[in-house]
């Protein structure tokens, strides 16, 4: 019998600039809501003192070695005992409004799970709001989750074997399309959530100029590519420093030149 109505999940890999804050504020949106909640912080082989902090902010911490978003994930399914997961990255801000929405619709026996619009947590140029906005289009129009926010219920995520531990990245679009089927066969929707947003971080535009951002989209849509940790290098770049919000390697060449 799970312990927990539900558990919020937060991966985390050398977040120790973000962690606390992310920890933060799921505790005020837990501790606003009458369900009772289990909180867990996966150490994703951080090299800094994220899971201390993770820790002493009141987290469950679990540590998974092999660093991967999608096995980061599923490592804190395992940790978890309750009836549903709610999965925040730990550079998102998640707000009672919106968890209670995730957790009154899983509840309601009518739907399987979902996701959440995003809204960015600084204002930004008019080409990222045209980047967000045609993303939350896509994602109301083909039911698909943002990474950053990603709810379902225990029994329907175990059942289709979690985050595919193939994928570097998108591992979130692959669960959405099989949570759609497990809904379907089970008279339930997939549900993404557009009364309340779910606040991310647009600190990849401080690390990357747009120029590298467009090439590593272009090249996620390679057959293959988000099956190539290489590939997929902008999630994976050790030369970040995330605590800062700078790119070391970037830094190091600016002063070669």
């Known amino acids: 019998m799970p312990e927990f109505d539900y558990a919020l999940i937060i991966p985390a890999w050398n977040e ?32 800094d003192n994220t899971a201390q902090l993770a820790a002493a902010a009141g987290a469950q911490v679990v540590f998974e070695p092999v660093n991967q978003i999608a096995r980061a994930r ?93 994928r570097y990245a998108g591992e979130e679009l692959v669960l959405s399309r099989r949570l759609r089927r497990w809904g379907k066969q089970h008279d339930m929707k997939f549900h993404i959530i557009t009364e309340h947003r779910i606040k991310t971080s647009l600190r990849k535009l401080d690390w990357y100029t747009p120029g590298k951002m467009i090439k590593q989209y ?3 849509l390679l057959p293959g590519a988000l099956s190539s940790k290489r590939l997929m290098s902008t999630w994976y770049d050790s030369s970040v420093d995330r605590t800062s919000g700078k790119n070391n390697s970037a830094t190091d060449e600016h002063k070669r030149k």
């Open 16 to 47: 120790a600039g973000l962690i606390v804050s992310c920890i933060e504020s799921a505790q005020t949106s837990m501790n606003a809501l009458p369900q009772s909640g289990q909180l867990i912080v996966v150490d994703n082989n951080s090299t």
């Open 74 to 166: 599923n490592a804190g399914a395992n940790a978890a005992s309750a009836y549903m997961l709610v999965f925040v990255d730990a550079d998102s801000y998640v707000n009672p409004a919106l968890l209670s929405a995730a957790i009154e619709s899983v509840q309601s026996n009518r739907v399987v799970g979902g996701g959440a619009l995003i809204t960015g947590d600084r204002a930004a140029g008019a080409m990222v709001a045209i980047c967000i906005g045609g993303w939350n289009s896509a994602s109301r129009l083909f039911k698909l989750a943002a990474g950053c926010f990603v709810f379902c219920r225990t029994d329907a995520f175990t059942e289709i074997g979690g985050f595919s531990q193939k």
């Open 218 to 220: 272009l090249v996620a």
